[in-house]
């Protein structure tokens, strides 16, 4: 969310835009302008409410920067604490969205979360964008949604190519970053199809690898 990632902005005076929601937000952290928004067709997002509900999940929605459930369970606090956000809790979702969301997240376990994404995919055969973010959490947003998409949509706002861009990722939902960038990085922690279209693995999260590359970067380079 722009909101969860504007705060962090401003903590280190970062003006730069910042790509949220899978790719669907591109936003400059100061001015709080949207630059970019491609939120979900309705009736798709509508149709994967009625299933995923049907089936017992409980959604995250979210719709103009703002987190809207149709009851606060502890999965959900878990995640708004987490993030530092208000929750809104409106009843039957289905009854409740009448305009486009910007994405949709199903929270559980993982083992069910990779069942639901085969059937979700098979289901909407590319009607929606289905991908995990972190392991507990499965993401619906518009087909021309993706990180690579938000990170080519910001190229052309600044004025950077491809050929000189480094991106580094971790979760299935990073995979089409990677292959926009010239050159792809996966932390050792990563999911197995970010590694395998990486053209880099550097050391996982618990050893910042992350760092360790830009300081090594920053080293090469005087």
């Avoid at 999965?75 to 910007?102: C, K, N, S």
């Avoid at 590319?126 to 690579?148: D, H, Q, W």
Wanted: net charge negative; aromatic share 10%; hydrophobic share 40%.
């Amino acid at each position: 969310m722009f909101q969860s990632v504007r705060r962090y902005a401003l903590e280190a005076g970062l003006d730069d835009p910042v790509v949220c929601y899978q790719g669907a937000v591109v936003a400059e952290p100061v001015s709080g302008k949207w630059l970019r928004h491609v939120p979900m067709p309705l009736e798709p997002a509508r149709e994967a409410i009625r299933m995923l509900s049907a089936r017992g999940f409980r959604l995250n929605c979210y719709v103009r920067d703002e987190l809207y459930v149709e009851k606060v369970t502890p999965e959900a606090r878990r995640y708004a604490d987490f993030q530092q956000l208000e929750i809104h809790e409106v009843g039957d979702l289905l009854a409740w969205l009448h305009e486009p969301p910007t994405k949709l997240v199903a929270i559980d376990d993982p083992e069910v979360l990779d069942e639901l994404e085969v059937r979700m995919k098979a289901h909407f055969d590319g009607r929606l964008y289905i991908s995990k973010s972190l392991p507990y959490f499965l993401e619906f947003a518009n087909p021309g949604v993706t990180k690579g998409t938000g990170l080519d949509f910001l190229a052309g706002q600044i004025g950077f190519s491809r050929e000189r861009t480094v991106a580094c990722g971790d979760g299935e939902n990073d995979v089409e970053l990677l292959e926009w960038a010239g050159f792809g990085v996966a932390v050792e922690n990563a999911h197995e199809r970010v590694k395998a279209v990486a053209s880099f693995v550097c050391p996982s999260v618990d050893e910042e690898g992350v760092a360790q590359l830009i300081e090594a970067f920053l080293d090469s380079h005087g």
